[in-house]
C-alpha cells in the first residue's frame, strides 16, 4: 500500500438500541454527495439526542456507508420505497417505519413538501415535532451547504463543527487494501486517486489534463490510479486511451468497495462529485476542480482540501440550461502546472 500512510482502524461502539427505544428520522434523497454534505447536520441532531436511534430515509448505498460507519442506527432505503409510501399517506408506510415513527421525537426532512402531504403523514404517524425544509430553499440565509443543512436544524439542537473524518470499519479497509493489492499497489508506493468525471460532463475538465497528470504522477513516483462511478465509463476510457502505458482503473464497484480503496490514497484528485465529497470525508488530501458550479457553495471543506478553477465564465450563476449551451467552458481549463503544483503541495510532507 502507499508508502507513509497511516491509518487508525476504529471501531466504534454502536449505542444499545432495541424496539422500545425512542427514535429520531432524517429524511434525505439527495445523491451521495450531497447527503454527506448534510453529515455535519446529521452529527448535531444525534448530539442533540445523545440516547435517541437514528434512522435515515436515504439511497441503499450512502445509508449503508453511513450505516457501516456507525452515525445512523437504521437504513430506510429509497429504493424500497420508504419515501414514497410517506408521500402516499400514513396508510401506504410499511410495518417498521410505521413503528419507528410510534416512538420518534423528532423528523427532519431535507426536501421540499409543497402541498404539505410529507408533513401531515409524519405528524399522523406519530412524530413529535416536525421540520421540513429543502436546503435549496431562498429562505435559507447561509451561502454553504453545510451551513444550510446546520441551520435547518438550529431551532431544536445546538449547531457545532464535527471535523472528524468518516471512520471505516475494519471490513471495509481491509477489502480495499486487498483490492489495490491484486491490482500491483504495494506498500511502498503512494498512491494518486483520480477522478475524472462527475454527475455531468459539463462539469468535467478535458480527459488531457488527467492524462497529463498520470503522466506527471509516474515521473515522480507516484502511481496513478483511475477511479469511476457508474456513469463514468466513457470518461475513463477516453484518459486511459490517452496515457501510456496505460493506467491501474478501479470501477463499477460498490459504494463500500470504493471507500476501501479511497481511504489507502495519499491523494485524490476529482471534480465536483460524490467521490470527490468522500474523499473529503474520509480526510484525505484532495484536490477539487470546480467549473460552472459554486465551490463556495457546493465544495468539500477542510484544511486537506483545495480547490481549483479556471478563469470566471459567463454560464456562472446563470442557471445549468446556461452552463449546457456554454461551449467554451473557461472555467474548466486549469493548467496543468497549476494542478500539479496544487498535488505536490497537498502530498506534503511526502515532498515530490
Do not use: Y
Not at 106 to 117: N, T
Amino acid at each position: 500500500m502507499p508508502g507513509g500512510l497511516r491509518i487508525t482502524v476504529m471501531r466504534p461502539e454502536p449505542k444499545p438500541t432495541h424496539t422500545m427505544a425512542r427514535t429520531i428520522l432524517i429524511v434525505h434523497p439527495g445523491a451521495l454527495g450531497d447527503v454527506l454534505l448534510a453529515l455535519p447536520s446529521i452529527r448535531a441532531v444525534q448530539a442533540g439526542f445523545p440516547t435517541h436511534a437514528l434512522g435515515l430515509v436515504a439511497g441503499t448505498e450512502v445509508g449503508s456507508l453511513l450505516h457501516a460507519c456507525a452515525e445512523i442506527d437504521t437504513v430506510f432505503p429509497l429504493e424500497t420505497g420508504a419515501l414514497a409510501e410517506l408521500l402516499a399517506g400514513p396508510e401506504s408506510v410499511e410495518p417498521v417505519l410505521r413503528g419507528w415513527l410510534r416512538r420518534c421525537d423528532l423528523a427532519v426532512c431535507w426536501m421540499k413538501d409543497s402541498d404539505g402531504k410529507l408533513h401531515a403523514a409524519l405528524r399522523e404517524l406519530g412524530a413529535g415535532r416536525v421540520i421540513v425544509r429543502s436546503p435549496v430553499s431562498s429562505d435559507c440565509e447561509a451561502v454553504h451547504q453545510v451551513d444550510r443543512f446546520l441551520e435547518t436544524v438550529s431551532d431544536v439542537v445546538p449547531v457545532r463543527a464535527f471535523e472528524r473524518g468518516l471512520r471505516l470499519p475494519h471490513s471495509i479497509l481491509a477489502g480495499g487494501k486487498s483490492r489495490l493489492a491484486g491490482l500491483g499497489v504495494f506498500r511502498n508506493q503512494s498512491l494518486v486517486a483520480i477522478h475524472p468525471g462527475s454527475g455531468s460532463r459539463h462539469k468535467c475538465c478535458e480527459p488531457a489534463l488527467f492524462a497529463a497528470l498520470a503522466e506527471w504522477c509516474r515521473a515522480n513516483d507516484l502511481l496513478p490510479l483511475l477511479l469511476g462511478g457508474p456513469a463514468d465509463d466513457e470518461m475513463i476510457a477516453r484518459v486511459s486511451e490517452l496515457c501510456k502505458p496505460q493506467p491501474l482503473i478501479l470501477q463499477r464497484l460498490d459504494l463500500h468497495s470504493i471507500a476501501g480503496g479511497l481511504a489507502w490514497a495519499d491523494l485524490f484528485v476529482g471534480h465536483d462529485s460524490g467521490l470527490t465529497h468522500l474523499a473529503a470525508a474520509l480526510l484525505r488530501p484532495t484536490v477539487a476542480l470546480f467549473g460552472p458550479t459554486e465551490s463556495r457553495r457546493w465544495a468539500p471543506r477542510g484544511p486537506h482540501v483545495t480547490i481549483l478553477t479556471g478563469d470566471p465564465c459567463r454560464c456562472q450563476g446563470q442557471g445549468w440550461r446556461a452552463v449546457q449551451a456554454c461551449t467554451e467552458k473557461p472555467c474548466l481549463q486549469v493548467p496543468i502546472e497549476r494542478l500539479t503544483g496544487a498535488c505536490r503541495r497537498s502530498l506534503q510532507p511526502q515532498a515530490v
